[in-house]
């Protein structure tokens, strides 16, 4: 079916997925070529057999298969199809040395081949023939979750999946499965725990040894937060503080109920979850991204171990440890990142006893709820006891992990390592040392402090830290191998042995807290560590993590993680000893590795710098070195300028895939030579010593990956089809150049220079921030390019197809990131940077800086070391072109109207236009910087700024300033952002974005001249000549603009609008306006003046938020001033006008005051409201009513909550004065004259009982003159009286006893009731600034003088502008006030003299604009409501007031029916007639229709009945409530005897009341059924009647009263009609008695209120139709059941 070729052949039968198979690398080496139906996708080999997965999901086996059943396949040199796959749509395979694995799209796995070792997964079966599913199921999650796998990797035998979720599942036989068991086959896949919580990457399998790349999970922000001193999840305090009588207890026992916490990036962190005390999350804590976050979680809490095991796998070891583990904990990692690898990297390690590794492994590790490794407190104190009696000789010998901090040859890069750059540990006196410790005491609870116990003095810790290592110490001479794997784990396996992190060396575990006892007896060693290290040096540059962060970009920040048998070196970690668990090579972090191999008994890692790292046997010189073995990873050996980009590991061989001069890719083997004999069985030769060269590699067309398995290799390669294939990888072998030449620039030419001691004081201040902020720009660029590099090889290893380029997908990252970079180098080289660099650059790369010529691939020796940097700096912005050209290149291979043809070209196009931009901006820069270097120097230093660039300048006489004095000098300096006005020794600086320049027209006066406009100045410029003129005009308006936009010269608009916009948006601060003075202002300008929305700052605080025109404060402001001695602001919002509040606004006071109302000047003036304390302090009032210039003057009611008294009348300059009214809580009423705020004239003063004074006062209820004085009987006395009332008056008169009988007394006594309202302020005059303020916003200056065309534009503007703001901020209407907004617009048509249409028209019209606030009618509708309650409510609720209350409401009326009048001129006045026109509709009103009264055809037009429809039921409560109180007395007699005669059944109380028996019903319907009416029957007979009668109660107006009465009397109608079956014509006799009865069974318990609440307030017009005769049968009937006597 398949057959093979050699790959030399031609052949046009396939273009992509080429699969070439060959041994060895002989030079007559010939590889041959599998035939296969469709393109391979994967391939995968084992020791002698090989799987491929082909396009459409089909796999393949070939070679030996013992396995299979039948002989035919059991050798196999044709690919045959696994037919149990198919229907399943594989993505990935993989072989182990004799098994084989596929997944499927849904994430399942199916396993084939040998099963001895359980390496299939599957049980009781030795071999699997054919593939078979593997479940792996997740039994930790209820309920339990099958597990989706997306990549699989063999060993010899076992088996590692990594899950979607990136966590690693192992099954199998041995330790290389990194499970926690002892018992093997492992036949069911399992978690392997000790990589859980992480983010793996990839796994890999060599034949007894696993690899797992994983993703670091810190984040550089994190490490540089100070430690936490709470919870990241429940917010609890992670350290506690306990006052005991003599000491403090310092506890950091924290649990956590939430466990596991997420990170920033979304890994997992583990969360105190059953070892309390584990630390605020290893946030903050950690300081290397390499350091697990495993969890030790305790299966079974409640049972505590005896013997707990240390979380890395092996039991503690109890008394029979010989090592501080804690100690070395606390040091290993720390001292690992200043430290240098010995020669051979073997890092010396701390060791411990021997001790059974595998001892109690059945159970998990870390199971026990003691946070201590340590037994038992016995153990611990024997340990402690030990390690106190140790020499200091021995302690150091035995403590080889600290190293000498000056080893610093192989220091990590310090772009990548710390989250600070490098880090140096001084060696520090201990003395010093102690000081600082003690000092620190008090702050220990800040830091996360452990404890140890008794017996360790202070000095000799702190000797054992800093007493320098016996280098000879290094081999651990007395500690065996399992004591060190046991402690490396122990201190690596742990959830997170960070760096000053210690887990193990709290001794006393059950209570972790630390003592603090008069004299500090025993600290904790990292508090030690930490105060006697002095404050390490950060360099000037921060590794960026910008790029990072972006989920579709790869990560860099990566480790490798191996576990698994060791005796070759494999596993990296410096020894040949076995891992039962994943442990991180740790000289590996920071190397950016993007892909892990492993072979037999070798690992490959490949680094994104396109390095190979390999370690472990090196037999056949397959490590690609000499080193053999190697235990720890080392650099394969390549030639200059070769860039590896893939790996694959065989037996004992290596394939490499490459990069060289030209962009095909080549191939590289190193290891074992594999000769075919005759008999076809392969041959072992010799073996490579360094990585050669393949040369049959350029006949296999373009290489995207390759694997090894066995003596055996494989490459799939593609034909460069239509050119697409060799575009693609010239674009990603270029960014892979690339990547390496910025970090080479990084590490040959930044690190050196940054690591001089004095390199800030060449540079300066200034300087040397702009060179941080470059670099770590620069870093952004080389980690972006990093990144962009392993994403596009691992495009060219998958799908080959432009879908994944995020150069494209993301492009904007690419630009910003460029633009940011380019920008930082031209403000560096703006400020001189560059030129300060020179010096320091000579002594670090001698006088002629070879290194940066290198570099820069410049051969002109001459160049200086200047320039040599700026072309090294400006390195990256070449590069855009080289992306734009490969692009376009791409783009070629489409056909030119695709839609991925489309997107090339975009994209192509961008990076074009960014390289032009770039370039232009470079230029700007050196312009820039070239004139600083010319410009007078103290002037520099004031105006050179990084991002201020030169644009033009006057040095040449072309422009001057118009009327300048004949030895003045102006030179003028266009900048980017500023024009400079420069004289002799001052100059001016304009911000250009409130610059406006105009050009004046040519005029015999002034030639060449341009006016210049500025918020505070306004001058004129001379040109030399029109040339100069036309050239200032442009560059000027250009260099707005760009101001403007904020983008600089890159806005593509630019260029198209020659003037910049008249109207903007900018910042400016005021320095000459006296007002204005220092103020900043930022918002909209028009013309050099504020106008528009905007914000204005005084340095002293104060703020206006809002409109501006003009230059000045327009329209509606918010605007605060901070009062300095309350420590508050006053707030003012509301209307202004010409930079002064005026207008209606609200103004809060600091004091707690408050005003709403009106404001003209800056003052309150007009109808306003000010509210004074709160109900609780100490002198709460309220004043309502007219001002006048900041002062209370007109009417206005003032009620004053703490004494209980309301005044109702007329103020002057803040004080009472004029008629007024007061009414106090307790019921007392006075009227009458105020003058000066007090009592003072002729006055009538009633108390609750009816008591009257009626005469002069002088002081507050104090009588002073004459005056009557009336009893509540009608007694009377005449005379002088003094005194307060209510505390003892002084009276000298006549008492009188009237004689009823005495008619001349009678009329006298008469004569005295007193007239309440004449000495009140009369109705007409109440409120009048209201009303005037309704009258100036129609546009009239008087009450009615004005035209009705301008009050409806006035009308139009306000409706309008308050729909503008409802667009703008729709939550400040509801959408039923936005339709009435709406319908307003339409104006009713009026007609001279109005019909009964246009009336109609014009009553809806009026209940729309009374009904929102926003229409002036509604505004004042709602004003007078408030005021009317404001004075009517609470104190203001007395009975006497009723008469006012009324009058009041009437005035209203008729003042409101004047502004309709003046709005609808052809209205008739009140009470004129509107004549009925035919046919017209009637009207369908509340109203009482008065045709019915009304013999004249038409109908009258009363104020009441338009408009109390509208006012009455907002007023009702107050004025209903003044009727109770004043019917309070005979309502109660009237209720009385309606429940008195409510007793009697129906018949009885018809016969009481004389209804006549023809008039009774005989029966009632109830439920549809008729019912006779018996003698007992209650409440039936008219009953329809009764309930209409009582709906009088929940109407408002008199006329919707009186249509409720006229009802009643059409149900009592009815019912008689329906008895007598006859026409009847009632006459008042018969008609009175029923509709008494209807009353009385009605029972209105207010019915007094009602009727005289009509009577009042009845339109005149109806007081004799109808209506009006009906109302009096109801009055009647009202005062009849008073004096209704049962007999």
């Known amino acids: 079916m398949e057959k093979r070729k050699s790959s030399g052949e031609e052949d046009g039968s396939g273009e992509r997925g080429l699969l070439h198979t060959w041994k060895g690398y002989s030079c007559s080496l010939t590889p041959e070529r599998l035939l296969l139906s469709h393109p391979v996708l994967q391939a995968a080999l084992g020791s002698k057999h090989g799987v491929l997965l082909l396009e459409g999901g089909h796999v393949y086996s070939f070679g030996e298969l013992p396995w299979k059943q039948t002989s035919l396949t059991a050798t196999s040199a044709e690919p045959i199809l696994e037919a149990g796959l198919s229907g399943q749509r594989v993505v990935a395979v993989a072989a182990g040395s004799f098994h084989s694995g596929a997944v499927t799209e849904d994430g399942g796995v199916h396993m084939w081949g040998y099963n001895t070792s359980g390496q299939c997964g599957l049980s009781g079966l030795t071999v699997v023939p054919n593939p078979t599913p593997v479940g792996i199921v997740d039994s930790e999650t209820t309920p339990p979750q099958v597990v989706n796998v997306m990549e699989l990797a063999c060993g010899e035998e076992h088996t590692l999946t990594l899950s979607t979720h990136h966590e690693v599942w192992a099954w199998g036989s041995g330790c290389q499965t990194g499970l926690l068991t002892t018992i093997f086959p492992v ?22 040894h696993s690899l797992a790349l994983v993703r670091c999970p810190t984040t550089s922000q994190d490490t540089r937060r100070p430690p936490l001193d709470k919870c990241g999840q429940c917010h609890q305090l992670l350290y506690t503080m306990t006052d005991k009588e003599d000491h403090v207890i310092i506890s950091d026992n924290h649990y956590c109920p939430l466990g596991v916490e ?13 070892s309390p005390g584990r630390g605020p999350s290893g946030k903050g804590l950690r300081n290397s991204p390499s350091e697990p976050i495993l969890p030790s979680y305790s299966k079974s809490p409640d049972k505590a171990l005896l013997s707990p095991t240390i979380p890395g796998g092996s039991p503690a070891a109890g008394p029979t440890q010989s090592k501080d583990e804690s100690l070395s904990a606390a040091f290993v990692n720390d001292v690992e990142k200043a430290q240098v690898a010995e020669p051979d990297g073997d890092a010396p390690i701390v060791e411990q006893d021997p001790s059974t590794p595998q001892q109690d492994a059945t159970k998990p590790a870390g199971t026990g709820t003691k946070s201590s490794p340590y037994p038992n407190e016995q153990a611990v104190k024997d340990y402690l006891k030990r390690l106190s009696d140790h020499s200091l000789a021995e302690q150091a010998k035995m403590s080889p992990a600290v190293h000498r901090p000056q080893a610093y040859s192989d220091s990590p890069d310090p772009f990548t390592s710390g989250p600070m750059g490098p880090t140096i540990l001084p060696a520090v006196p201990v003395a010093s040392a102690l000081n600082s410790l003690v000092a620190s005491c008090a702050s220990a609870v800040g830091e996360r402090v452990a404890s140890t116990y008794e017996a360790l003095s202070l000095r000799k810790v702190m000797s054992y830290y800093y007493t320098a290592p016996n280098p000879g110490a290094a081999e651990g001479t007395k500690e065996s191998p399992q004591e060190r794997i046991r402690l490396e784990e122990s201190l690596q396996g742990k959830k997170s042995s960070s760096l000053g992190d210690i887990r193990e060396e709290e001794a006393e575990g059950l209570s972790r807290r630390l003592s603090l006892p008069g004299l500090l007896s025993q600290v904790s060693p990292r508090l030690l560590r930490r105060c006697s290290r002095s404050r390490v040096r950060a360099a000037p540059l921060n590794p960026s993590d910008v790029g990072e962060n972006n989920a579709h970009l790869p990560s860099l920040q990566t480790e490798v993680w191996s576990w698994g048998r060791g005796q070759e070196g494999q596993l990296g970690h410096g020894d040949v000893l076995p891992r039962l668990q994943p442990l991180c090579i740790k000289s590996l972090n920071n190397k950016e590795v993007l892909r892990v191999a492993a072979g037999s008994r070798h690992s490959l890692a490949l680094t994104a710098q396109s390095q190979v790292f390999s370690w472990g046997s090196n037999s056949s010189g397959q490590l690609g070195h000499m080193e053999s073995p190697s235990t720890v990873p080392r650099l394969a050996k390549m030639s200059e300028g070769i860039r590896v980009w893939d790996v694959a590991a065989g037996q004992q061989h290596t394939l490499l895939l490459a990069d060289g001069d030209c962009f095909q890719p080549i191939l590289y083997y190193s290891g074992q030579q594999v000769r075919e004999n005759q008999s076809s069985e392969a041959q072992t030769g010799g073996y490579t010593q360094q990585p050669v060269l393949l040369p049959f590699c350029m006949n296999l067309g373009y290489v995207s990956c390759v694997f090894a398995g066995g003596q055996s290799c494989a490459a799939l390669a593609d034909r460069n089809v239509m050119g697409f294939i060799a575009s693609l990888h010239e674009l990603v072998s270029a960014e892979r150049k690339y ?40 870093n952004r660029v080389c980690r972006l390019t990093g990144q962009n590099s392993v994403s596009l090889t691992s495009l060219l290893r998958r799908t080959r197809d432009i879908k994944g380029l995020v150069i494209l997908d993301n492009a904007r990252v690419f630009l910003d990131t460029y633009t940011e970079y380019c920008s930082a180098v031209g403000n560096f080289l703006v400020m001189g940077g560059f ?11 001698g006088k002629g800086c070879d290194v940066l010529l290198r570099l820069v691939e410049s051969t002109d020796e001459n160049t200086g070391a200047a320039e040599l940097l700026l072309s090294l700096f400006y390195l990256p912005t070449q590069h855009l072109q080289e992306y734009s050209r490969l692009l376009l290149k791409l783009a070629t291979c489409y056909e030119v109207n695709s839609v991925d043809y489309q997107k090339l070209q975009d994209g192509c196009s961008k990076f074009e236009s960014l390289a032009l931009r770039m370039k232009r901006k470079r230029k700007e820069a050196e312009y820039t910087a070239h004139f600083w270097k010319s410009f007078p120097g103290k002037m520099t230093d004031s105006l050179r700024k990084p991002s201020r660039r030169l644009v033009y300048e006057s040095s040449n006489k072309s422009l001057t300033l118009q009327n300048a004095g004949r030895f003045s000098v102006n030179w003028f300096i266009l900048f980017s952002d500023a024009l400079v006005h420069a004289q002799f020794s001052t100059h001016h600086v304009f911000p250009l974005a409130t610059l406006w320049v105009e050009p004046i027209a040519e005029e015999n006066t002034v030639l060449y ?42 806005s593509p608009g630019a260029a198209q609008r020659a003037d910049p916009p008249i109207s903007r948006t900018a910042s400016y601060t005021f320095y000459k306006d006296s007002r204005l003075k220092d103020a900043t202002y930022e918002g909209r300008w028009l013309a050099g003046k504020p106008n528009g929305r905007g914000v204005l700052k005084w340095p002293d605080g104060r703020m206006y938020t809002g409109s501006f025109k003009n230059g000045l404060e327009d329209g509606f402001g918010d605007y605060a001033v901070p009062n300095k001695n309350l420590n508050k602001t006053d707030h003012y919002q509301g209307s202004w006008k010409d930079g002064k509040m005026h207008g209606f606004g609200t103004y809060r006071y600091a004091t707690g005051e408050m005003y709403e109302g009106w404001f003209q000047d800056n003052m309150r003036h007009g109808h306003g409201m000010l509210r004074t304390g709160k109900l609780n302090s100490s002198c709460p009032s309220v004043f309502i009513g007219q001002w006048l210039q900041d002062k209370k003057n007109g009417y206005g009611v003032f009620d004053d909550i703490t004494r209980g008294e ?52 002088s002081e507050d209820w104090t009588l002073n003159g004459k005056g009557t004085l009336t009893m509540p009987n009608g007694d009377f006395i005449e005379g002088s009286f003094s005194g307060v009332w209510g505390s003892g008056l002084k009276i000298s008169g006549s008492y009188y006893k009237p004689n009823l009988y005495d008619s001349d007394k009678e009329n006298k006594h008469k004569h005295r009731a007193v007239k309440l309202g004449r000495l009140s302020v009369p109705s007409e005059e109440k409120w009048l600034s209201v009303f005037e303020e309704c009258w100036s916003r129609l546009g009239c200056e008087t009450t009615g003088q004005g035209e009705t065309s301008r009050a409806w534009e006035n009308i139009a503007i306000e409706l309008t502008t308050s729909r503008r703001q409802h667009r703008d901020s729709p939550d400040l209407l509801s959408r039923s006030h936005h339709k009435t907004l ?29 009904d929102t606030p926003l229409h002036p009618l509604g505004r004042l509708l709602e004003t007078l409501v408030a005021v009317y309650r404001m004075t009517y409510v609470g104190v203001g609720a007395n009975r006497r007031l009723l008469p006012q209350a009324v009058n009041e409401i009437k005035s209203y009326l008729s003042r ?66 003044l009727y109770a109180l004043e019917k309070e007395k005979e309502e109660d007699v009237y209720w009385e005897c309606v429940l008195r005669l409510n007793k009697q059944p129906d018949l009885a109380l018809l016969a009481f009341l004389g209804v006549q028996q023809k008039f009774w019903p005989v029966s009632v319907t109830v439920h549809g059924e008729k019912q006779q009416i018996q003698s007992s029957t209650k409440d039936a007979c008219f009953a329809s009647a009764v309930e209409t009668l009582q709906q009088i109660s929940t109407t408002f107006t008199p006329s919707d009263k009186l249509q409720v009465i006229q009802f009643t009397f059409e149900e009592i109608t009815q019912e008689v009609l329906s008895l007598l079956k006859k026409d009847f014509l009632w006459s008042m006799d018969d008609l009175f008695p029923v509709f008494l009865y209807v009353v009385l069974r009605a029972r209105i318990r207010n019915l007094g209120s009602e009727v005289s609440l009509i009577e009042d307030l009845m339109d005149p017009c109806v007081q004799h139709g109808e209506h009006g005769i009906m109302f009096t049968t109801l009055k009647a009937c009202y005062y009849q059941i008073q004096h209704e006597k049962i007999t």
Not at 262 to 274: D, I, N, P
Request: proline content about 7%; glycine content about 8%.
């Open 739 to 778: 990547y390496c030449r910025l970090t080479n620039i990084k590490s040959q030419v930044l690190q050196p220079l940054l690591s001089l001691d004095n390199l800030s004081s060449f540079l300066g201040q200034s300087c040397c921030g702009l060179l941080q902020i470059l670099i770590g720009h620069f």
């Open 187 to 208: 036949w069911k896949p399992q978690k392997v725990e000790h990589l859980a919580g992480r983010h793996v990457l990839q796994v890999a399998c060599g034949a007894f």
């Open 1009 to 1050: 001249g341009m006016k210049v406009t500025s918020p505070e100045e306004t001058f004129t410029l001379l040109a030399s000549s029109p040339v100069e003129k036309a050239k200032w005009l442009r560059s000027i308006n250009q260099a707005v603009e760009q101001a403007l936009s904020g983008v600089g010269s890159e």
């Open 835 to 845: 030129q300060a660099l020179v010096k320091p650059s000579q002594d670090v790369f």
């Open 262 to 274: 997420l990170g920033e990036e979304g890994e997992v962190r583990q969360s105190t979850l059953t």
């Open 1206 to 1257: 309301k005044y109702m009348g007329m103020w002057q300059e803040d004080q009472r004065q004029g008629n007024g009214v007061i009414v106090t809580q307790f019921g007392l009423y006075y009227e009458g004259a105020f003058s000066n705020n007090k009592m003072m004239g002729t006055g009538v003063l009633l108390s609750e009982d009816d008591t009257t004074f009626e005469g002069e006062f």
């Open 1456 to 1521: 409101i029916f004047q502004i309709i009048r003046f709005l609808f001129p052809g209205l008739p006045e009140d009470g004129g007639i509107i004549p009925e026109v035919p046919n017209s509709q009637k009207m369908n009103s509340q109203t009482a229709d008065p045709q019915l009264e009304s013999p004249r055809p038409g109908r009258v037009v009363s104020c009441s009945a338009l408009l109390l429809p509208v006012l009455l039921p907002r007023l009702y409560p107050p004025l209903f409530t």
């Open 1382 to 1410: 709406e319908s307003l617009e339409f104006i009713p048509q009026q007609s001279d003299p109005v019909t009964m249409e246009s009336f109609d028209s014009i009553r809806r019209y009026l209940i729309k604009a009374c």
